[in-house]
């Protein structure tokens, strides 16, 4: 497990204030930045001492999968990032030429944080893919690779109205998110 520190001008904040906070910034990075999958991470980026790379690793897993909104929900994908990040299995622990038992056992301890988090998305939301999360909270499924779909879903609220879509889950998924990271001690307050 990585585990890192809240950014200096965050310090202050309490648990459920960096919870709050990463909400709030998951939905304002999306209304500004325009991407699901890495709204959330730019939000735990903004928070916390991690590097760059996480927030590059999450750029195309918006809208679907390459906004194609056929595959996983671009907010789910960006939290399952960010939690690899800090669970996931280092390279140095993988192998081509030998089996590790231990290697396997760290990937379903991360595969058990991941699925958590994903049942709980489940729970609340009914679903991960995306065409489906856009056809039950704006009405219908949209491509976002065509201009005209993407303005019709954001003239349906879905990118803009924090109760629709875009807002909606990349906030909660930063805020679950950063529950889960302080639940397992990779943030040290």
């Not at 994903?118 to 065509?146: A, M, N």
Request: hydrophobic letters at 40%; a negative charge.
């Amino acid at each position: 497990m990585i585990k890192t520190k809240v950014r200096e001008k965050y310090r202050g904040l309490s648990r459920q204030e960096l919870i709050d906070k990463a909400g709030e910034l998951a939905g304002k990075f999306v209304l500004y930045s325009w991407n699901c999958g890495q709204s959330n991470v730019c939000a735990v980026h903004e928070l916390l001492e991690v590097d760059d790379c996480l927030v590059r690793v999450a750029t195309s897993h918006a809208g679907g999968s390459v906004l194609q909104t056929v595959g996983t929900c671009g907010a789910v994908t960006g939290g399952t990032i960010t939690l690899d990040y800090f669970f996931g299995r280092p390279p140095e622990n993988t192998s081509y030429t030998e089996y590790k038992q231990a290697n396997v056992d760290r990937e379903f301890e991360t595969f058990a944080i991941t699925t958590a988090f994903v049942d709980k998305f489940v729970k609340e939301f009914g679903s991960i893919i995306c065409g489906i999360l856009t056809r039950r909270f704006v009405g219908r499924t949209y491509c976002f690779i065509d201009p005209d779909e993407l303005k019709k879903f954001h003239d349906a609220g879905g990118h803009t109205d924090p109760e629709l879509c875009n807002i909606k889950f990349s906030a909660s998924v930063a805020r679950w998110v950063m529950e889960i990271l302080l639940e397992k001690g990779a943030v040290e307050l």
